[in-house]
């Protein structure tokens, strides 16, 4: 009797328990959250801003639709140049920007994206992951309330298009151009008047003659903008970009008050579509290129004493700011020994192996 009283009233606690228990099961499932990110690119850019909507998707497949980050365009919340303050502000909980459109703030931004004659892709992405590059961006970012994460990269740009031919130093002077980051900087000096546009607001300001050149990012997008009709001029390569990262933005309040599956999900998608951007531009850039050269585009690739000169320039501006600019200093003291090294591993095997095979293929053809 004991013991079928004990089973009965065993049973009975767990029946008890089960009820009190299912309402603390609830509370301890995942919410739903809805955000907002604001891009600095326009929609047809579908690999810069296909990024933004891949890491959405990723995001909202992986936790069953209950978090749903919805995209917006350059323009549709905040201009393209503005996307930085919006996420720092709170006006949106996150943005896909790069951070070198925000050098008037700090030149350290451009650590992030590219520094002229730095690091190509591959060792932009060692130095994010390995060589602390990323604890010390998170350290910039964190100064304007927000949290980063890379979450694309171009590869190797192109120098851009121009409506006249560059073959000195001296067709810089009184150019008007639009291009991105610290270079602008290091070119005025030369006489290059720096412009800095959104992605959608170059093609009329070329049209117009509001500006005389402009760089964006290679023969895929540039097509798509559709420089090759402005400007007949095609340079390579963009040495002020062998490398453009484009990480998402997070307000940090925003960041903090996730859930940690849901950070890590994100932190996933993020460093997943870093790779995908950049698969998708090695893929189509080539033949873009191809096309654009059919269509008329001279290509030219910039002088080589000129690009000297610009190499020595950079590297003197860089002593510079770090001389006058403790956060850029504690950056670049970071940066620098990172970039001399990987230029020694890489001239070794990647650039013997590159060199051989390149030098090649233009014999056979």
Same mark, same amino acid.
């Given at each position: 009797?004991?013991?079928?009283?004990?089973?009965?009233?065993?049973?009975?606690?767990?029946?008890?328990a089960?009820?009190?228990?299912?309402?603390?099961?609830?509370?301890?499932?995942?919410?739903?959250?809805?955000?907002?990110?604001?891009?600095?690119?326009?929609?047809?850019?579908?690999?810069? +801003?296909?990024?933004?909507?891949?890491?959405?998707?990723?995001? @909202?497949?992986?936790?069953?639709?209950?978090?749903?980050?919805?995209?917006?365009?350059?323009?549709?919340?905040v201009?393209?140049?503005?996307?930085?303050?919006?996420?720092?502000?709170?006006?949106?909980?996150?943005?896909?920007?790069?951070?070198?459109?925000?050098?008037?703030?700090?030149?350290?931004?451009?650590?992030?994206?590219?520094?002229?004659?730095?690091?190509?892709?591959?060792?932009h992405?060692?130095?994010?992951?390995?060589?602390?590059?990323?604890?010390?961006?998170?350290?910039?970012?964190?100064?304007?309330?927000?949290?980063?994460?890379?979450? =694309?990269?171009?590869g190797?740009?192109?120098g851009?298009?121009?409506?006249?031919?560059?073959?000195?130093?001296?067709?810089?002077?009184?150019?008007?151009?639009?291009?991105?980051?610290?270079?602008?900087q290091?070119?005025?000096?030369?006489?290059?008047?720096?412009?800095?546009? =959104?992605?959608?607001?170059? +093609?009329?300001?070329?049209?117009?003659?509001?500006?005389?050149?402009?760089?964006?990012? =290679?023969p895929?997008?540039?097509?798509?903008?559709?420089?090759?009709?402005?400007?007949?001029?095609?340079? +390579?390569?963009?040495?002020?970009?062998?490398? #453009?990262?484009?990480?998402?933005?997070?307000?940090?309040q925003?960041?903090d008050?996730?859930?940690? @599956?849901?950070?890590?999900?994100?932190?996933?998608?993020?460093?997943?579509?870093?790779?995908?951007?950049?698969?998708?531009?090695d893929?189509?850039?080539?033949?873009?290129?191809?096309r654009?050269?059919?269509?008329?585009?001279?290509?030219?690739?910039?002088?080589?004493?000129?690009?000297?000169?610009?190499?020595?320039?950079?590297?003197?501006?860089?002593?510079?700011?770090a001389?006058?600019?403790?956060?850029?200093?504690?950056?670049?003291?970071?940066?620098k020994?990172?970039?001399?090294?990987?230029?020694?591993?890489?001239r070794? #095997?990647?650039?013997?192996?590159?060199?051989?095979? +390149?030098?090649?293929?233009?014999?056979?053809?």
């Open positions: 009797m004991k013991r079928r009283a004990f089973l009965t009233s065993a049973g009975v606690g767990i029946a008890a089960g009820t009190v228990a299912a309402p603390a099961i609830a509370q301890t499932s995942q919410p739903e959250i809805k955000w907002r990110m604001a891009s600095s690119y326009p929609k047809s850019l579908d690999t810069i +801003y296909g990024a933004a909507e891949f890491i959405a998707k990723r995001v @909202s497949d992986a936790t069953d639709g209950k978090f749903q980050i919805r995209t917006f365009a350059a323009g549709e919340i201009p393209a140049l503005q996307v930085l303050d919006a996420v720092q502000n709170g006006t949106v909980e996150c943005g896909q920007s790069a951070a070198y459109f925000y050098v008037g703030k700090d030149p350290t931004f451009c650590f992030d994206t590219a520094m002229p004659f730095g690091l190509n892709t591959r060792q992405i060692a130095w994010m992951m390995h060589g602390g590059g990323l604890e010390l961006m998170r350290e910039v970012f964190k100064d304007y309330n927000i949290h980063h994460i890379p979450a =694309g990269n171009t190797a740009q192109m851009g298009w121009f409506r006249k031919e560059i073959k000195s130093l001296d067709d810089l002077k009184g150019l008007k151009m639009r291009i991105g980051g610290l270079v602008g290091i070119l005025t000096p030369f006489g290059l008047v720096p412009q800095q546009l =959104g992605g959608g607001d170059i +093609y009329p300001a070329l049209e117009r003659g509001t500006i005389d050149a402009a760089e964006f990012v =290679g895929y997008d540039d097509e798509k903008l559709g420089f090759q009709k402005v400007a007949k001029y095609y340079y +390579y390569p963009g040495w002020w970009e062998g490398s #453009a990262q484009i990480p998402l933005m997070f307000n940090m925003a960041w008050s996730l859930p940690k @599956s849901y950070q890590t999900i994100l932190e996933q998608a993020c460093w997943e579509a870093n790779s995908w951007m950049i698969a998708k531009y893929t189509l850039n080539a033949a873009a290129l191809k654009l050269v059919g269509a008329g585009a001279v290509l030219r690739p910039f002088p080589r004493d000129m690009m000297q000169a610009c190499e020595k320039a950079a590297f003197e501006f860089y002593e510079k700011l001389a006058g600019n403790p956060r850029f200093k504690k950056v670049y003291d970071g940066w020994p990172f970039l001399e090294q990987e230029r020694l591993w890489f070794v #095997a990647e650039n013997g192996f590159d060199s051989f095979v +390149y030098s090649q293929a233009a014999q056979q053809r």
